[in-house]
């Protein structure tokens, strides 16, 4: 993988200040360009080894819109998510908790289906 230069070579060649370096090095990260590496360096993630990197509540909320539910649909159970997106079902239901938290999702309780109470807003991606 190709390294990338270090915050302290974007500020002198660029003339930025080293927040401006970093914010940069965040959203590279957070598009899943780039990820950190051991000594404070970057590199450049491999297209065909591209992951999304963005929090799994995020991506569990577009299965609303990517399945196109509507308020009051039941959503699909944390086994099926958690065979969707390769994580443990302990994992998806802390992020279940935190969609139910926002408002997304409504509980009904142990052993009852979760129902869609929110459509979330899609940000549209440049």
């Given at each position: 993988m190709t390294e990338l230069p270090s915050a302290g070579d974007i500020m002198r060649?660029?003339?930025?200040?080293?927040?401006?370096?970093l914010r940069v090095f965040r959203v590279l990260q957070k598009e899943g360009v780039a990820e950190p590496v051991p000594g404070g360096r970057?590199?450049?993630?491999?297209?065909?080894?591209?992951?999304?990197?963005?929090?799994l509540e995020q991506r569990i909320a577009e299965v609303i819109t990517?399945?196109?539910?509507?308020?009051?649909?039941?959503?699909?159970?944390a086994s099926m998510?958690?065979?969707?997106f390769g994580v443990s079902r302990p994992t998806v239901t802390k992020a279940l908790d935190k969609l139910e938290a926002a408002?997304?999702?409504?509980?009904?309780?142990?052993?009852k289906v979760r129902t869609v109470r929110a459509v979330p807003i899609r940000e549209e991606r440049s």
């Open positions: 060649d660029h003339g930025v200040s080293r927040g401006v370096a970057w590199r450049v993630v491999r297209a065909e080894s591209r992951a999304d990197r963005r929090p990517d399945e196109r539910l509507e308020v009051g649909a039941a959503f699909p159970s998510l958690a065979e969707q408002g997304v999702l409504a509980s009904g309780g142990q052993g």
